[in-house]
């Protein structure tokens, strides 16, 4: 069974810390993604990458940045959290090479920054 | 830059009704997803409609698209509580490197 994961469901962060959000994928994916979703704004794209270190910023990268140091693993990272930056945060991967282009998803972190 | 949008944004109907949501999309594609979220989870893909074809059936689910109208339908039938969810559309960005998705359509199905 094909799996990505999100190592929190949920956080509660200050104001002005450094939060690293991780997501780890098991099927051998080349493309990782990093979404936020807002109520009223849907699904978002913050960063993905398409190989190791390899990272494009998607339509909201200010404020966050990346780190992709093996294929399994894609980390998402705010570097001064804001109270703007409470959301949910979804993790996907895929493959489009190897197999459709179908998105699988992490089931989600959702961020309170307080 | 979204490339879907879905409509409605809400739709609430009965056990066994059909529903049916529409996406509409702004560039050329190749393929056209939709996706299915519960509440507060991840999301889980449930069809995919590839730009040369004009109808798709998975189970209760039939997906139809339409390239000139850039306009795509997933219509749920005999619709089950269970069906209750937010759906999305999705398509690739131009560089086919990354999914844009729509707002959404929340559906509600009462018992």
């Known amino acids: 069974d094909v799996k990505v994961t999100q190592s929190s469901r949920y956080l509660v962060k200050r104001t002005g810390e450094k939060v690293f959000l991780e997501c780890v994928q098991d099927?051998?994916?080349?493309?990782m993604f990093w979404y936020r979703q807002d109520p009223g704004l849907g699904l978002r794209l913050i960063y993905f990458?398409?190989?190791?270190?390899?990272?494009e910023k998607g339509d909201i990268p200010e404020g966050y940045s990346v780190s992709r140091e093996k294929k399994e693993r894609f980390s998402l990272i705010l570097e001064s959290a804001s109270t703007n930056q409470t959301s949910m945060y979804l993790c996907?991967?895929?493959?489009?090479?190897?197999?459709?282009?179908?998105?699988?998803f992490g089931q989600g972190t959702r961020l309170t920054v307080v | 830059s979204q490339q879907g949008e879905e409509d409605p944004q809400a739709l609430s109907i009965q056990e066994g009704e059909n529903a049916t949501m529409n996406c509409s999309y702004k560039?050329?594609?190749?393929?056209l997803q939709w996706y299915r979220q519960n509440s507060g989870r991840g999301l889980v893909h449930l069809i995919l409609?590839?730009?040369?074809?004009r109808e798709k059936h998975s189970g209760r689910l039939r997906v139809t698209l339409d390239t000139s109208k850039k306009s795509s339908s997933l219509l749920i039938t005999a619709s089950r509580a269970a069906d209750t969810a937010s759906y999305f559309c999705?398509?690739?960005?131009?560089?086919?490197?990354?999914?844009?998705f729509g707002k959404g359509t929340t559906l509600s199905v009462s018992s």
């Open positions: 409609i590839r730009s040369n074809e």
């Open positions: 560039t050329s594609i190749n393929n």
């Open positions: 099927m051998d994916h080349e493309n």
């Open positions: 999705a398509t690739d960005t131009q560089a086919g490197t990354a999914l844009i």
């Open positions: 990458s398409y190989d190791v270190k390899m990272k």
């Open positions: 996907a991967s895929r493959s489009p090479v190897t197999g459709g282009p179908e998105a699988f």
